[in-house]
């Protein structure tokens, strides 16, 4: 299986010293013959064909600002310790679809030739998987939002610069505790805009006691879907709502429609209730799940 053309790197988590696996996708045409040499279309994980994010030479760096990146989506995978990965076909089939073939742009734009903004989405390997360093937690989030977050702004960095940027996020299953307890894109740098998370199957019935000692995933929602307080006389806005969008089965393996109902009910997200499973294998499933994601790329800057 080949993938959307991607940096392969090993970027430095939360902790410097502690490198993790990720693959950055970015806006261009697969079909192209003269790829860049460190573009990768591969699956493989062979240590020395994977980049190093702080050994990027000068060149690769000023030529990747070309891509004039104005929107990164970063991701959290399934857990770990049951062989989630970045690979995940939710993520890396579905997703990246959505966001580049003709189809999803047409689907997300009116328009199959005009994505909305040029977009990277960057994937990751949690601690401990895949060739990502360092151990998974086992009942908690551990180092996962705060290497979230890092590993979200490293790729903006990388690719934008001091550039306006919209910024998204996707977590699918225990991706999603990453997704909404991640630190939020430095306000300060008035470059970064976190506007929008899609959460897929959520696993409610896990998350009381898996972020009972990191803070509650429910307040984490709260405060993220609360209207910002004024900035000071004169001052730019330093951030604007988020919004906060869910699809999820009605026979999740992890979670009842009831429960799921009333959870998103209860923050007022963006819904989709689908005839699917927690896992998305089936092909009415992920087209459904396409659509989904299609719409939420569509819902405007910002949206």
């Known amino acids: ?74 991701v959290g995978h399934p857990w770990g310790r049951l062989g989630g990965d970045m690979l995940d076909p939710v993520l890396s089939r579905h997703l990246i679809q959505s966001v580049y073939s003709p189809e999803g742009i047409a689907a997300s734009t009116g328009d199959s030739k005009k994505p909305a903004l040029p977009t990277a989405v960057v994937t990751y390997n949690v601690r401990g998987v895949g060739a990502s360093q360092g151990y998974t937690a086992w009942v908690t989030p551990g180092n996962d939002p705060a290497d979230f977050a890092a590993v979200e702004q490293r790729t903006i960095n990388l690719l934008c610069g001091d550039a306006e ?74 951030n604007e709502l988020v919004s906060v969008w869910t699809i999820y089965g009605d026979r999740d393996q992890f979670a009842s429609i009831a429960k799921y109902t009333k959870w998103a009910t209860g923050h007022g997200l963006k819904v989709k209730e689908v005839l699917a499973d927690h896992f998305w294998r089936g092909d009415v499933e992920a087209k459904e799940l396409r659509g989904w994601f299609a719409e939420w790329l569509g819902h405007g800057v910002g949206g």
């Open 1 to 74: 299986m080949s993938l959307h053309p991607h940096l392969h790197l090993l970027v430095p988590s939360n902790d410097p010293a502690v490198l993790v696996e990720a693959r950055i996708y970015l806006p261009i045409d697969p079909s192209d013959s003269k790829l860049p040499s460190v573009i990768s279309t591969s699956v493989a994980a062979r240590q020395p064909s994977i980049l190093r994010y702080t050994h990027l030479p000068d060149e690769i760096v000023q030529s990747l600002k070309r891509f004039n990146v104005r929107r990164v989506i970063a």
């Open 165 to 238: 940027v919209e910024v998204r996020r996707l977590g699918y299953s225990w991706g999603c505790i990453s997704a909404v307890l991640a630190p939020v894109p430095s306000p300060s740098a008035d470059a970064s805009r976190l506007r929008s998370i899609m959460l897929v199957s959520p696993p409610l019935s896990f998350l009381p006691a898996v972020t009972l000692f990191s803070g509650s995933y429910d307040a984490a929602l709260r405060r993220l879907l609360s209207k910002p307080q004024a900035p000071p006389l004169g001052a730019k806005p330093i």
